[in-house]
């Protein structure tokens, strides 16, 4: 089961490459997800399948993660086909390859025990993702492109050297060198420090520029402007998630180390200055997709704050994983169909989305009010945890600053999000052919259905799964 998982991505990547037909190409993606999402479910709530000390395997903090993917990837894929339907002339063969190589990179990130793998794996996701973002081809994708390729590749060198940092520290201290995560666990008290320092200082760059923290956030704005709604799905919830999942495992090695009091203040500090930056740029922002960009920023500053925070915060952090990972997949599917209609992305052009689509700039306001933490959906639950978490564990100043900024964003997005909902559709406004259609418009739906559940109830399944991985991160020297 685990090679089938692995490789069936990639197999089916093959398979879209090779099939002539441009019309039947986008059901490879659904067909794809169809079989992939039940052998995740079996992995992920199965038996294990895989010892910790693999090169690859699935533990308790992978498990949430690939979850996620697979989830994300599901829904998108069937929102891919009514996306498609709309350019029916536009070649399709290298964004539907690429497209399941990048869900095929994200499952390896999730299945690496092995510091090697997981640095290969998110490199392949930004080869996979480049040519999803140049899809519509237009001097602003291809602009957005090279900076993407440009300060990725910048972060992916820093995290590579980290990694051999990290395998030095092993070899500085006498023991025998190893890349494998259970290997640098048991060893971890007699890491050298130093060593072990600046490997976590140059992995939380370098993996921070694929997570979009600030300031290696740059990329981001103009990658998810020009990107298509469904690519900015998976880049803001999967590939982000993916990030995050690396910076989890050396910060799980600093912590086995003894080393929680150097990392954490430096955890909260990236948090809350994402945060700050994402507020910033908010304010008065006209452009709704670069907005989501923003928004990304901000709730990768949140994980990271969480992760500062320690043990206490861990429950609501990977529970944030994902609400946000979800709560994006509405706003950037209902922003795309929205985009779609008024062949624009600026909010001056945008006016009046309520009346002209009714569904989809319903799913963007309910989206909207769920990733700025409103009741009763699931964000509200994970950033509760991790301000109670804050307040209790004796962050008082960070804890207040996270409201401070939260209230900030709310504002800026707000005012962002009611003007181009509200008021009447402009006399000029650009008359396109799109019209909401089934494919387009239950996806985000049902993406919304499942944050407003987390919101009010979380199945005692998927926190068993999380209560799994805090108490695998909790683990002490």
């Known amino acids: 089961m685990t090679l089938l998982l692995l490789l069936l991505p990639f197999a089916m990547a093959l398979v879209a490459a090779l099939l002539p037909s441009n019309r039947w190409r986008p059901w490879v993606p659904p067909l794809t997800a169809a079989i992939h999402f039940p052998l995740t479910l079996a992995a992920v709530f199965g038996e294990p399948m895989e010892s910790h000390a693999a090169w690859i395997g699935l533990d308790p903090v992978g498990k949430p993660i690939l979850l996620l993917i697979s989830t994300l990837f599901l829904v998108t894929s069937f929102y891919l086909t009514g996306y498609l339907k709309y350019h029916p002339r536009r070649e399709n063969r290298v964004f539907v390859a690429c ?47 090279w900076k993407y390729l440009l300060v990725g590749f910048v972060g992916i060198a820093l995290a590579l050297l980290g990694s051999f940092c990290l395998a030095y520290s092993s070899l500085h201290a006498g023991l025998h060198p190893s890349l494998v995560f259970s290997d640098l666990l048991r060893d971890a008290p007699q890491l050298s420090k130093p060593w072990l320092h600046v490997a976590f200082v140059l992995m939380l760059v370098g993996y921070g520029t694929k997570m979009g923290l600030a300031p290696m956030h740059t990329w981001k704005p103009d990658a998810y402007g020009a990107a298509p709604g469904a690519v900015g799905t998976l880049l803001a919830g999967g590939v982000t998630s993916c990030a995050f999942l690396c910076i989890l495992r050396i910060y799980h090695i600093c912590c086995a180390a003894g080393e929680t009091a150097f990392v954490a203040p430096m955890l909260v500090f990236m948090g809350l200055f994402s945060m700050a930056v994402a507020g910033i740029f908010m304010v008065g922002q006209q452009d709704y997709k670069r907005m989501l960009a923003y928004s990304s920023v901000e709730h990768m500053g949140i994980l990271v704050l969480g992760l500062g925070i320690g043990a206490p915060a861990l429950f609501g952090t990977l529970l944030h994983v994902f609400n946000n990972g979800l709560t994006k997949g509405v706003l950037f599917l209902s922003a795309a169909n929205i985009h779609r209609s008024y062949g624009s992305t600026s909010t001056g052009v945008v006016r009046g989305a309520l009346r002209r689509l009714p569904v989809s700039a319903g799913l963007f306001l309910a989206g909207f009010l769920a990733i700025t933490g409103s009741p009763p959906f699931g964000p509200f639950i994970s950033e509760f945890s991790i301000l109670n978490a804050g307040f209790g564990s004796g962050h008082f100043v960070a804890s207040g600053l996270f409201l401070v900024f939260l209230l900030v964003i709310f504002i800026g997005m707000g005012s962002t999000v009611m003007l181009m909902l509200q008021g009447k559709v402009p006399e000029d406004a650009p008359q396109t052919i799109y019209r909401e259609g089934f494919l387009t418009v239950v996806p985000p739906l049902l993406l919304l259905g499942v944050v407003v559940m987390l ?13 799994n991985a805090v108490d695998f991160l909790e683990v002490q020297p």
Not at 105 to 115: D, F, Y
Not at 121 to 133: F, S
Request: proline residues 5%; negative net charge.
């Open 455 to 467: 919101g009010v109830w979380i199945p005692d399944s998927l926190s068993t799964l999380l209560h």
């Open 99 to 145: 497209l399941l190589c990048t869900l095929g990179s994200m499952t390896l990130v999730a299945w690496s025990r092995h510091l090697g793998i997981m640095w290969i794996a998110i490199e392949t996701t930004a080869l996979c993702t480049a040519p999803l973002i140049y899809f519509n081809k237009t001097p602003q994708s291809i602009e957005a492109t």
